[in-house]
Every structure is written in structure tokens, then in C-alpha cells.
């Protein structure tokens, strides 16, 4: 194939593009996948405010031959896996960005949040990774692509690297996969829902991180969606995510906090029940997981607050709630969850308002 020939001005030392992207928690859960990296249902997030990572990269043309990805750091670090996972994504979209072909990269990837802390560091590092790419397609080829393409493009691009990474692009609620009820939805990209379709009260929700256990997960999740191809509950998970995501659209828009929160249990619990059924199996709720879901539901039912859990493919809780209870909800972490939690730990965090471009530094 022809060498992609750089314009000069690219010819200079090295130039630097950061971004900081946030995780982002499913309500509606992506567990299962059909090539090429697209999922098995539809999924429903939003991302979250203090939980991010930021990327500076560093790149120059690549005359003398050097690896394309020369340097990766992580919190200053040395990082031999995400090395490695990063080093192979590059490698796989030369096709979709082929000035990757030319070019070297230095990258140095902060987190704000421990790795132990079970929260998906991958849909953080890949979709700012993308952004920093697509930026620096921009800067190559000196043109500017509209904002919504270009968030468009890193989503979909993010998702070559971690599928749930293509929804941390946006603020507000985010879905993802092909859904008969929404125009425009896609498996490739994430697409963020208008503010007609979700009440303003869910723009105030909060996500208490409840760490039940900081251990290494068994099994990671992409070896979790591989579970998935020969589940015996494959094709009812699907038929069930369909539904639960028309549910979900329903209350969202409607403010009907107490489907809302049944849904969204329902899921959690789902992706668990999922994961103990494979085959193999897994159990990644520990003791301490049971009883936090317990305290959860007893002092919702006493309280009646509108409130309710979540849970990723692991052992910790993510305690969803709103703005408005934040002092009353507090009062019952520090007394009833945190001795719970390992060392006492809970990360609190909410909603967020999507990447933001760096110009510094950190
Ligand atoms: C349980 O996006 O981490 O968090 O595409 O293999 O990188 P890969 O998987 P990943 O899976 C996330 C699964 C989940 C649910 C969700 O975020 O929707």
C-alpha cells in the first residue's frame, strides 16, 4: 500500500493532545458481543464526574523507524498490559487512520480513581484515547471536522478498544446498539438522548461507589461476554435487555423513579445471574456485596427515598440516588455501608458532563 504522504508543516518536533474522558456506569447492561466488537443488545448509561482519566500524547514523524507506540505510562508508571492493549488497538485501526503508519507515540494516561476500585478504567482511557486521535488526525491533515462528527468518530473508534468506552463520549444519558426505539441508533457508535426524553430530575443523580472488595476480578469482561456466545439464556437475555431498555426510555422520560430503579436492579442483578450461569461460572459478589444490596433495599423501604443499586461485573455496588437526599443518604453510608466496605472506602461521585480538551500539563 502507498505510503500516506504528511504534509510538511507535520515534519517538526513532536506535537502534544491531551484529553480527559470520564467511566460511565450501564443502567442498561452490555453483556455479550457479535463481531466486529459490536454488542448483543442495546445498553444505557451516563457518565460520571469525578471517576476519569487523562491522556497527553505526544507524537512526531517517524523517519527513524521507532515502535509506533514508543512510550506508555500510566500514573507515571510503566504499564505492560494496557501496553500491550494499547500497542494492538493502534495496530488494528491503521486502517481507519492510516497517518497512524508515519507517526510515533508517547502516551501518558492518569487516572483519578485506583485501579482497585473495580470502576471500568478501560472506557475512560480508550475513549480519550480516540478523542486524542481524532484530534490528531485534525492537526495532521489540517481540517477541522464538525463537533458531532467528530464526537461521532472517537465513539466509534473508542469502542474498537472497549465497547462500553463509545459512551463516555457524551454527557446526560447515553445508549448504544441498534433499538427499533430509537432513530439513529447504531451498534458501531453511542448516540446521547435529548433532553425530551429524560426528565430533568435524572440530570441530578449521584453515584455512591461502594467498594465491597479491592481484589482482582476473576475474570475479565471480555472473557465475561465470551460467556455469552453459548449461554443457554442468550437469546432471552436479549428479548429481556430489548424490553427492559423500553421500560427504562418510558420511565426516563415520564420521571417515574420506581420503575426506574426496578429496572435498573433488575439488570444488575441480571448481569450476575448471567455470569453464574455461564459455563464456567462465576460468583463475583462477595459476602460483603449481599449485605450492602440488603442494607440498600432495607432502608429504601424505610425511608422511602428514591433510591436503588447497580453493579458491574464485579464485587462492588454503585448506590444510585438524587442530589436533593444527598445529606440523608451520606448519614446512612457512614453509618450502616462503610463499615462494609474495604478499609471504609466509598468513592462519591454523580453525573458528569462529558470529556473536556487539555491544554496543560497536569
Ligand atoms: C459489565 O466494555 O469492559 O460494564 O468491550 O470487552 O472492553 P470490552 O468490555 P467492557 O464491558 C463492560 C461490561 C459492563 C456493562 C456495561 O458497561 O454496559
Redesign the pocket.
Same mark, same amino acid.
Given at each position: 500500500m502507498a505510503e500516506q504522504v504528511l504534509p510538511n508543516h507535520f515534519k517538526t518536533p513532536a506535537k502534544r493532545i491531551g484529553w480527559k474522558s470520564p467511566a460511565?456506569? @450501564?443502567l442498561i447492561?452490555?453483556?455479550g458481543?457479535q463481531p466486529v466488537?459490536q454488542p448483543m443488545n442495546p #445498553?444505557l !448509561?451516563f457518565v460520571l464526574n469525578n471517576s476519569t482519566v487523562s491522556m497527553f500524547v505526544d507524537f512526531e514523524d517517524n523517519s527513524s523507524n521507532k515502535p509506533m507506540l514508543e512510550v506508555f505510562s500510566v500514573n507515571g508508571q510503566p504499564n505492560e498490559p494496557f501496553r500491550q492493549r494499547f500497542s494492538s488497538y493502534l495496530q488494528s485501526i491503521v486502517p481507519i487512520m492510516p497517518f497512524l503508519r508515519n507517526i510515533s507515540l508517547r502516551i501518558e494516561s492518569h487516572s483519578s480513581f485506583p485501579h482497585s476500585a473495580g470502576i &471500568?478504567s #478501560? @472506557?475512560a482511557a480508550f475513549s480519550a484515547l480516540a478523542l486524542c486521535l481524532c484530534s490528531m488526525e485534525e492537526a495532521i491533515l489540517v481540517k477541522k471536522m464538525m463537533p458531532e462528527d467528530f464526537l461521532r468518530k472517537a465513539s466509534n473508534l473508542s469502542r474498537l *478498544?472497549? *465497547? !462500553? &468506552?463509545c459512551?463516555s463520549l457524551y454527557p446526560g444519558m447515553v445508549m448504544w446498539g441498534e433499538s427499533s426505539k430509537i432513530p439513529d441508533s447504531s451498534n458501531d457508535y453511542a448516540l446521547p438522548l435529548d433532553n425530551q426524553r429524560v426528565h430533568p430530575s435524572y440530570l441530578t443523580l449521584k453515584d455512591a461507589i461502594l467498594i465491597a472488595s479491592d481484589q482482582q476480578k476473576a475474570v475479565s !469482561? !471480555?472473557q *465475561?461476554?465470551e460467556l455469552m456466545n453459548n449461554h443457554p439464556y442468550r437469546e432471552s437475555r436479549k428479548a429481556q435487555a430489548a424490553a427492559n431498555l423500553g421500560k427504562l426510555m418510558i420511565a426516563l422520560a415520564g420521571g417515574n423513579h420506581k420503575t426506574f430503579f426496578e429496572v435498573v436492579e433488575e439488570e444488575a442483578l441480571t448481569?450476575h445471574g448471567l455470569m453464574m450461569s455461564s459455563s464456567p461460572g462465576y460468583v463475583l459478589m462477595k459476602p460483603n456485596t449481599l449485605r450492602i444490596l440488603d442494607e440498600i433495599r432495607t432502608f429504601r423501604n424505610q425511608s422511602g427515598l428514591h433510591l436503588g443499586f447497580t453493579m458491574? &461485573?464485579g464485587p462492588n455496588v454503585h448506590l444510585l440516588y438524587f442530589e436533593s437526599d444527598r445529606q440523608t443518604v451520606k448519614s446512612f453510608i457512614e453509618s450502616r455501608i462503610q463499615p462494609l466496605c474495604q478499609e471504609g472506602r466509598w468513592i462519591d461521585d454523580a453525573m458528569g458532563t462529558g470529556p473536556s480538551i487539555l491544554t496543560q500539563k497536569p
Open positions: 460511565n456506569i @450501564a447492561k452490555y453483556w458481543k466488537q #445498553s !448509561s &471500568a #478501560s @472506557a *478498544g472497549s *465497547g !462500553s &468506552a459512551r !469482561s !471480555s *465475561g461476554h448481569l458491574d &461485573a
